[in-house]
């Protein structure tokens, strides 16, 4: 399952979490294909982590959510490189 995170030292981090490990009972998150949400000059980008996976103390995590639409597209687009087309239907002009 995809997921934001936002950690206490500032970072924010969408990644695929199992679901069995984010039942807020463990001490920690296990995050396949970490990508860091950063702000560049032509705005709001993700940075891949330098490994395949992390794991987070909970205790590091401020809060968590599900990531909306523009974000998980750019995340399956950076790790797949398959790019989803947008939902917007062009009509011809007559």
């Given at each position: ?10 970072e924010e ?6 679901e069995a ?8 998150v296990?995050?396949?294909k970490?990508?860091r949400?950063?702000m560049?000059?032509?705005?709001p980008a ?7 996976h ?8 401020l809060?968590?959510g ?6 998980s597209?750019a995340?399956?687009q950076a790790?797949?490189?398959i ?12």
């Open positions: 399952m995809l997921m934001f995170f936002k950690l206490l030292n500032g981090i969408v990644a695929d979490v199992d490990m984010d039942d807020g009972w463990s001490e920690s296990d995050m396949e970490p990508m949400s950063v560049t000059n032509q705005g993700l940075i891949p982590y330098p490994c395949n992390i794991s987070v103390n909970t205790s590091h995590i809060f968590k599900m990531p909306n639409e523009d974000v597209n995340y399956r790790v797949s490189g790019v989803t087309p947008s939902r917007k239907i062009q009509m011809p002009l007559s």
